[in-house]
């Protein structure tokens, strides 16, 4: 039961997070700057695990109030629910996402003092300090106003660099990065929006608690269009390629009128809550498909 309990914890799925933008970093180093170093790759993804359990433990501990007051919990959002089912003690979860933040900051170690990147510490401090600053008092921004922002700098903007940085020895092109981070951006918007009333119950400030979901969910859509309009501006002659992430982005914009119920009634209620799950699930798939868009395209200048 503990050890069933604990990887409930560490909330599998959410490893796409970390996962992603660490590849995209990677996929960018391997076709500008013509390096693949499967050691690093590796150590990258050992990074990833650890830093993935040191955000979702340590989330789900600083969240737990506010979770305990969410009774409809998706797959997006919600928590993991093993402190508000008592499946496991908040000081067993805060002790172990320690031992992560702990491990993170091991391996930046390792990367600096032996594998010759040396900001690679830093980079990954910066990491641990973005989630202490989104979920950890005294900060505790995704409470305050500003969560979204700090997750997509994060995701959007570190992940992606420290991927690149680890394999190349330097920084990559902000004009392939910038797009990601408003594509990042609005998933970190689309997240919250399935949780808004439960927010709104603890006082916690995300966009969709102060515009509504159904603004919010437009800001969104149209961080998508800004990103995909940079690449075609930075990029003309590979946007064939790069539009990839418009797909969703399209099915996303036709599913705004159906994200708010018609009236009160139940049926209407969960109609309407489906195609919320569907934008999340479309919000997040542009993040994908411009992964997808780059590994596609082989001459990236």
């Known amino acids: 039961m503990a050890l069933k309990s604990w990887l409930q914890a560490a909330r599998a799925p959410a490893q796409i997070n970390i996962a992603l933008p660490l590849i995209l970093g990677q996929l ?90 040396p900001w690679t510490l830093l980079l990954f401090a910066a990491g641990t300090f973005l989630l202490w600053a989104y979920s950890i008092p005294p900060l505790r921004l995704n409470y305050r106003f500003g969560g979204e922002l700090l997750q997509a700098l994060g995701v959007g903007l570190l992940l992606p660099h420290i991927g690149y940085y680890v394999q190349a020895n330097t920084f990559a092109d902000a004009t392939y990065m910038l797009p990601f981070f408003l594509h990042q951006l609005a998933i970190a918007i689309a997240f919250t929006l399935p949780d808004r009333d439960a927010d709104k119950n603890t006082d916690k400030c995300t966009l969709a608690t102060w515009i509504g979901t159904k603004h919010a969910a437009e800001f969104a859509v149209f ?48 109609t309407a809550h489906k195609f919320l799950l569907a934008f999340v699930a479309l919000t997040i798939a542009r993040g994908v498909f411009y992964i997808l868009a780059i590994y596609l395209h082989d001459d990236l200048q």
């Open 28 to 117: 960018l180093a391997c076709q500008q700057a013509w390096v693949c170093r499967w050691d690093f790759a590796l150590l990258l993804v050992l990074y990833g695990l650890a830093m993935q359990l040191y955000i979702v433990f340590w989330n789900d501990w600083a969240d737990r109030d506010a979770d305990a007051h969410n009774p409809h919990p998706t797959i997006f959002s919600g928590g993991s629910r093993v402190l508000t089912d008592g499946l496991l003690a908040p000081r067993e979860l805060f002790i172990a996402g320690a031992g992560a933040a702990v491990a993170v900051l091991a391996l930046g170690y390792i990367f600096t003092r032996y594998l010759d990147r």
């Open 223 to 270: 961080l998508g269009v800004l990103a995909q309009f940079i690449l075609f501006i930075t990029h003309p002659k590979d946007f064939a390629v790069l539009n990839l992430p418009s797909l969703p982005l399209l099915c996303s914009f036709f599913l705004l009128p159906k994200l708010t119920p018609s009236n009160k009634t139940a049926l209407a209620q969960n």
